[in-house]
């Protein structure tokens, strides 16, 4: 079964995506899932991130998952990061950004993400994204991850967030003009420094950008991919700026931290990475279930995806006891391709309480 290939660059993995995985068709998990509206065979997506292309994306719908969501785009090409893109870290769960984690020789679940969100040509995803929703079977969905990027040239604050606004509002619209079922937007990327990468800190201005592209897509699915938010008080002021104008919440994308080598010395320039994989789930978990709490004293009925440290079925039924609708894995999935596989196998109860309440 083919991987995505540490060594090499993300073009590379881009330029040699596999052939769908050849798998008998997988029965719907018992339950009624739903991702944002749409009825779908299970609660188990991929995360932006592994499915680089409609070649990836129709690879891992095979695989056992139903949400697919297509790697982060723009509205402009733009390269990734320099390798190593995937550093195996040796940490336990990691609660709070800011620490200092060791670099590991081999991988132990979590790991440093380090791609600075590349962008195909526009021409190209969309043309892809076509590629993908033409040939996606039934009862999974497609969804676009797409981020704004700012024009660097423009200094004041105020017209500067406009230009965020309306280029994160093209991209998201271009996802739908290709077929895309939903969009997700990139509200959180602790590898990059401007903005663009930071939005869920800043509520005012997530409502705005999440509103811009809601008027450009009118009815369409619309989620926020989210970072770690610890407290209640901020988890209201980010539904309270953002909740009229989405469908759903996708958190937690990463913690980020800093990686030090077997010598002490920093990587990436001493900057902090995303840590993705099995050390996040506790606070992911926990992040869970205060959004779902503070949901219930809000006017607003949003989907919450899961994502984070997620490698088994008892991951899965932990996130969805918290309040996730749907959950999504990423590190688990490209370090075992077949997981979806073997996390489906055990899926045989119905696991949907919060959908059975309603
Ligand atoms: C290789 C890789 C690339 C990623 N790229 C993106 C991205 O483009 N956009 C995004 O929102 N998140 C991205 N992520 C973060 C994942 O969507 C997800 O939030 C994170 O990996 C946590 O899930 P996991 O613990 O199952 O890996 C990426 C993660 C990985 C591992």
Known sequence: MQNYDLQRTW????????????VAPQAPVPG????CGLPVNSPLGIPAGPLLNS???????????????????????????????LVPVNTDQLLTGGTVVPESSTMHGSWAVSFGMPSQAPDN???????????LPAGKVLVVSVVGTQDEAITDGHASMEQLADDFARCAQWAMDSGAHGVEANFSCPNVSTPDGQLFQQPAAAGLVAERIRDRIGD???VLKIGRVATTQEAAELLQHAGPHINGLAMTNSIAAKVADSAGQLLFGGQARGICGDATRTASVTQIAM????????PHHL???????????EHVQLYLAAGATSVALATAAMVDPNVGLIIRDRLKVDWSPHLKEE
């Open 291 to 298: 959004f779902r709490q503070a949901l219930s004293d809000s």
């Open 32 to 35: 009624n899932w739903i991702w």
């Open 55 to 85: 070649g990836w994306l129709l690879h891992y719908a095979n695989l056992g998952f139903d949400v697919l969501v297509y790697k982060t785009v723009r509205t402009s090409q733009r390269d990734c990061y320099s390798l190593p893109n």
């Open 11 to 22: 073009r590379w993995n881009l330029e040699n995506s596999p052939q769908p995985a050849v």
């Open 220 to 222: 369409a699915p619309l």
């Open 125 to 135: 995803w969309r043309t892809d994204v076509e590629v993908a929703r033409n040939q």
């Open 303 to 313: 989907d919450l995806v899961g994502v984070g440290g997620i490698s088994t079925a």
